[in-house]
């Protein structure tokens, strides 16, 4: 766990795509800022489905939204996630 303070425009960016997730299974909500090497901001957030666990993951989302946006280099990245403490990683992006 990086002890660093976040960035507070990514932290903004990554608390409003988790307020955005669609989790009707587990209503944990995951939400993922990236900037880009060019300095753009980049979101995405977790996306359930009924194969849940198995749905699209917040940094994934993201970075399939840099792809698309011409970008293939990340800078630095902020995941905001449900509770006071770190989570890890779960169902389908564990591995």
């Not at 944990?28 to 979101?43: E, F, L, P, W």
């Not at 957030?45 to 011409?70: D, Q």
């Not at 006071?84 to 389908?92: D, L, S």
């Amino acid at each position: 766990m990086s002890e660093e303070v976040p960035d507070p425009e990514l932290l903004e960016a990554a608390t409003r795509a988790h307020l955005a997730a669609y989790c009707p299974y587990s209503y944990y909500r995951v939400g993922a800022a990236i900037r880009t090497a060019s300095g753009a901001v980049i979101v995405g957030c977790n996306v359930e489905n009924a194969a849940y666990p198995l749905g699209s993951c917040a940094e994934a989302g993201a970075i399939a939204a840099l792809v698309m946006a011409g970008e293939h280099s990340i800078g630095d990245a902020v995941v905001v996630s449900e509770g006071a403490t770190p989570g890890t990683p779960f169902g389908g992006c564990r591995p």
